[in-house]
């Protein structure tokens, strides 16, 4: 079902609702990571992340029924937004069920954008619990994060894009969560391109995806405490995780200083703000994780959404 | 001398060299300004500014027996960063005056794009004097910051690219230090546009242009002590003040609170990264600084270089 016909019209669909992000690349980067290097900033996206692309796929693929009731996310960040953007566009009601430690900015942008946010403690309730309770009472939509074919494709949109741009690419990077990001993208660019090679890319601290590619099976871990955020998931989804299997050659990981120095590095010399889970991919090809032969490299910047206090920290001296 | 055809050969010249820059724009920008802005982004120029543009047509216009002798600039920052790449690029040996105290990160970026650094005490010496010096000991040409027509024609050609791109605007924007940019965008902008209405913009604290406006003479300030160190000129140029003079419908001023706040929000909200400096023009869109009546406004990110300790000062939530 996940395949270049769905995700086509996929990014017909949402085409009116999100950025075409425009593709960067430099020089600096490129004598450091003695590679080519294009990125498709998705830190530049509507609602500062690709998260928009596959919202708004899901949305705008319910029929008017489900869309008079509404719908119900749980995130912890960049998909909360998304969400609550998308169907504030869709002019439908959105319900976000986020833990109440997210960053202040993030429950400050959903609300902002006009969804409801119902909060729930990390520590004592599990969020899918709480949004299917919302979900049934409510009969509302559930929209997941990543786990779901609409959403996947939707994502995947931002490969397409690239890709037609920059047609040669030898392999495509995109940073691994859930993995509907990895699934959509790889779909899209080996239909396009059947050689390119496609990489997820990892915090060493949240390996789950590395762990089950070399397993054969989904492994859950405990909570990470990576300082990417948006990577914080303990197992790679059920509808993903067989087409990363299929589609990745093979899952890199990188550590958190890598992160740290590759963010700044893309906000100090590119001028550009992307988040720590959206510069783990670039990190991958900063710091040398891909195969020598690999020459012309995708990377997808996913997000760019920080709180204040982070970013001081992150580009503090002491952090160098 | 400073009229559209210099300018135009000033952008056939440094062409090859520069970065034509994009002009991004931003409807979260536009809401919070009340109106339309279009952002010639020189953050994202070579060398970080669009001080890569006058360097380059100036030192592309010496004669090839000036060309062999060299160059000396007497800079703090951005300028002196854009000689030294200017000169590599054309094979030209630098001589770089610097403020003992200047930003490390530029002191650094000067001598790795291979220029000679020569130090000053900022309290003892004249750094005009000390670069005069050099110049007659050594034969070499000086490139000045901005009160030269072959600099600013080369800042002016931003405008060139700008209008290109976006015809109709009501207004421009720019930052003043010295006033090299304005002059030559402003130049470039009234050749193209008549009707356009030209703004030069200054922190409250560094208004010697603003008083020298007013008075219809250039007037002297004492050192000021603004965030944008660009800025820290103490009197509009010699050569620059009268096409201000002629072109200035008003010469408006924002307060430093304001100047890091949209830094701030072009940060978190735009995910760029523009200096102090840069953002000064900016800040009198998007705080009303305009006349009411002007609609689509032009605004140039003059740069986009700050430190790594300077930008966790602004970013950290007690300066909101």
């Not at 729930?120 to 309730?125: I, K, M, S, T, V």
């Not at 997941?144 to 047609?167: I, K, M, N, R």
């Not at 050659?249 to 010399?269: G, Y």
């Not at 891909?290 to 970013?311: I, K, M, Q, T, Y």
Request: proline share 7%; charged share 25%.
């Amino acid at each position: 079902m996940l395949n270049l016909e769905f995700i086509r019209e996929a990014g017909e669909r949402i085409r009116p609702f999100v950025h075409r992000t425009p593709v960067v690349t430099s020089r600096t980067f490129d004598e450091a990571a003695g590679r080519r290097v294009f990125f498709k900033c998705e830190n530049l996206q509507r609602a500062g992340a690709f998260k928009m692309r596959g919202a708004t796929n899901k949305i705008r693929a319910l029929s008017p029924e489900e869309r008079a009731r509404g719908v119900v996310a749980f995130s912890s960040g960049n998909h909360a937004q998304a969400v609550a953007l998308a169907s504030r566009d869709a002019g439908v009601r959105a319900v976000i069920v986020m833990p109440s430690d997210a960053p202040r900015t993030k429950l400050a942008a959903t609300r902002g954008y006009g969804a409801e946010v119902v909060t729930y403690d990390r520590q004592l309730e599990d969020r899918e619990e709480v949004a299917r309770r919302v979900s049934e009472r409510e009969g509302l939509s559930v929209v997941p994060p990543y786990d779901d074919y609409h959403v996947a494709a939707g994502q995947g949109t931002c490969a397409l894009e690239l890709f037609e741009e920059v047609p040669d690419l030898d392999a495509l990077l995109t940073p691994c969560g859930g993995g509907g990001l990895f699934a959509g993208a790889s779909v899209a660019a080996k239909a396009l391109r059947p050689g390119v090679r496609c990489f997820p890319v990892e915090s060493e601290l949240s390996d789950d995806t590395r762990q089950s590619f070399i397993k054969g099976e989904r492994v859950t871990i405990p909570p990470p405490a990576t300082v990417a955020d948006g990577m914080r998931t303990q197992t790679p989804g059920a509808l993903t995780f067989p087409v990363l299997r299929a589609n990745a050659e093979d899952v890199l990981t990188v550590s958190e200083d890598e992160i740290v120095e590759t963010l700044r590095f893309l906000l100090f010399r590119l001028k550009i703000l992307v988040e720590p889970t959206g510069a783990v991919a670039a990190a991958a090809a900063l710091f040398g994780k891909l195969p020598p032969d690999v020459g012309r490299v995708g990377v997808v910047l996913s997000g760019g959404n920080v709180d204040p206090e982070a970013l001081a920290r992150f580009v503090a001296p002491t952090m160098a």
